[in-house]
């Protein structure tokens, strides 16, 4: 049972009367990587602030760690959990360096300075996500997927047990979006940390995520291991295209259905 | 891969670089106090630095000998004209550069000034109704009195309109700002209309201007500019962390919905006690805090301070300069804003033209 760090109980939501999100059930275990797919408008982005605590779900609970999400401070939510969501935008010329530093603040005390060790993790994120190099350039000044990894460093230097990503890494040229997802895995596998992310590029869910959920018109159609989903049923149900698929897990979509 | 030579010790140059800013701190608050002197010395009457000195220092620490050897119409001069004339300028500069980064901060805009919200609208509006009740009747009744009232009841409509919802968006605070604003600006215009050939006592109140500000003036205002100042320091912390949007803030565990209410109170009340003693002084919270972020630090913990500061410097020259250099009075909201205006052009046209990101 300890293993558990997320638990979705019944949990429904509505924007208007017609239910949206209709009695969802799920439990996600420690150290899980797990990629939510589905069209746009499917539901992915509300159940993942219904998960992540930022809006209240009209019925079921969440629970993190056991207890009721939205029992739990928003400051002591975020020395655990943090999220990142799609198109975070900023008008004003702070440094990387200190939207990155601002990842602490939920582990300080109001007032409290940044002592070395907190300087010296920070810079070690910024240089695992290759953002070192932005460290004195202000925010508004970098490319939108330059301003996303300084976003997802920030993430990071949270510390979070629970990180959710909401197309986060969606407008990140391949080879950065492969080297941070791997970095993801990495510190997943080695600090425990349990990610929970809405990626559209297919391959790189598959290839690196342990779980699948699959999202459409509110319902979850698919909640496995990635391994087993591979197949054309799952592309036809989920996304109404037809993929062929190849002998060793690899798969290619080219039509329409 | 990463330049590691040029930030070697990134712990080392924060520190260095608070120094830096901490020094800088110290010879603007010198200028401060030079500006005040030299303030002191101008005007009409012909003072010397000496009885100048010679008159604070008596005044402050009450020893009657230094007072005693200078005429008493000089120290009524310096004292009890000059002196309050000069603090309310440099409270009201440090309000209204404060309430600019507040309201700049909550609102996610770097062009947001003190009176975007509406509330100085309302205050406004209250002020010409006192004044215009008070020709038309022969009354006598306090017109920061009616400014405050009209104020608090702009900031309840703003908020009733705006928070209709469940989170405080800042676009919903702005269109609420823009209705009532309109709304009492009409209002304003239907007073003028309605006072005749008394019109000119609203006009001049409004134009702002420090002529004739006593030390209630300065005692009234000074709690709530300090006050105002050290609450939103408090949450300054808060406000930086805002600038990544509600959804990121709350990720980190600022509720930025109930920060962007407190801070809203605060700043609209830093700029109707400012509209309270002096009227409308345009420019001032729009021009420091956007300069200083840019030139400075986006940083709001270095920004709030330095703004009061550099607002209180540049309100209290302005001041000096329409009390001396135009032979009639010229109200200080026309120079800043005749000024305020052009400079603006001019710093967002060369950002442009060097390449950074247009506001």
């Keep these: 049972m300890n293993d558990i760090v997320l638990r979705a109980e019944g949990i429904s939501f509505s924007y208007d009367k017609a239910p949206f999100i209709d009695d969802l059930s799920f439990c996600i275990k420690k150290g899980e990587m797990i990629s939510i797919l589905g069209e746009n408008g499917s539901g992915k982005t509300t159940l993942m602030h219904i998960l992540s605590g930022a809006l209240k779900p009209k019925g079921g609970r969440v629970l993190f760690e056991e207890k009721d999400i939205f029992g739990i401070s928003l400051k002591q939510r975020a020395k655990k959990i943090a999220a990142v969501y799609q198109n975070t935008k900023t008008n004003f010329p702070f440094s990387c360096f200190e939207i990155v530093s601002m990842g602490i603040y939920p582990h300080k005390a109001p007032f409290e300075r940044m002592n070395r060790a907190d300087v010296d993790f920070i810079t070690k994120i910024m240089k695992l996500t290759r953002t070192y190099c932005f460290c004195n350039k202000k925010i508004t000044e970098l490319s939108g997927g330059e301003r996303q990894r300084v976003i997802l460093a920030k993430a990071l230097v949270q510390k979070p047990e629970l990180l959710f990503l909401d197309e986060a890494v969606s407008n990140l040229d391949i080879a950065s979006r492969i080297r941070f997802i791997s970095l993801l895995k990495k510190i997943c596998e080695e600090n425990n940390m349990t990610v929970i992310m809405i990626v559209h590029d297919l391959s790189s869910a598959f290839e690196y995520s342990h779980k699948i959920m699959a999202m459409k018109n509110g319902r979850m159609l698919y909640f496995d291991e990635s391994k087993k989903l591979i197949n054309e049923e799952f592309f036809k149900s989920v996304f109404g295209v037809k993929a062929d698929i190849y002998s060793n897990d690899r798969f290619f979509i080219h039509s329409i259905c | ?359």
């Design chain 2, 1 to 359: 891969m990463f330049l590691g030579g040029r930030y070697l010790d990134i712990y080392k140059k924060l520190n260095e670089d608070k120094i830096k800013i901490f020094f800088l701190f110290l010879i603007l608050m010198f200028f401060l106090f030079i500006t005040i002197f030299a303030s002191l010395n101008m005007g009409a009457m012909k003072i010397s630095f000496l009885q100048i000195l010679k008159i604070v220092i008596g005044k402050i620490f009450s020893k009657q000998e230094l007072l005693s050897e200078i005429k008493s119409n000089v120290t009524a001069v310096v004292w009890e004209i000059r002196l309050p004339r000069i603090l309310c300028s440099i409270l009201v500069g440090a309000g209204l550069a404060t309430s600019g980064v507040i309201f700049q901060a909550i609102l996610q805009n770097p062009l947001a000034d003190p009176y975007t919200v509406g509330v100085s609208t309302g205050a406004s509006f209250g002020a010409s109704l006192i004044i215009f009740l008070n020709i038309s009747y022969g009354l006598c009744l306090p017109i920061s009195l009616g400014a405050m009232i009209f104020a608090g009841l702009t900031l309840a409509a703003v908020i009733i309109i705006a928070g209709r919802g469940v989170s405080w968006e800042s676009s919903d605070l702005i269109m609420a700002g823009i209705i009532v604003s309109s709304f009492f600006s009409s209002g304003i215009s239907l007073l003028k209309l309605l006072s005749g050939e008394n019109v000119s006592a609203i006009v001049f109140w409004l134009m702002g201007s420090f002529s004739s500000k006593s030390w209630k003036d300065v005692f009234f205002i000074s709690p709530m500019i300090f006050f105002g100042i050290a609450l939103t320091m408090f949450n300054a912390q808060s406000l930086n962390i805002m600038t990544l949007g509600d959804d990121n803030a709350k990720a980190l565990g600022v509720n930025a919905s109930l920060t962007r209410l407190i801070c809203l109170i605060i700043g609209s009340l830093l700029s109707a006690f400012c509209v309270c003693v002096c009227g409308i002084i345009g420019f001032v919270g729009l021009i420091v805090p956007h300069l200083l972020r840019y030139r400075l630090s986006a940083d709001n913990k270095i920004l709030i301070p330095f703004s009061a500061l550099s607002g209180a410097l540049l309100l209290c020259i302005a001041d000096n300069i329409t009390r001396t250099l135009a032979s009639g009075e010229i109200p200080v909201g026309i120079l800043t804003t005749l000024i305020g205006g052009p400079f603006f052009v001019y710093i967002f046209i060369k950002r442009k033209k060097t390449g950074g990101v247009s506001i």
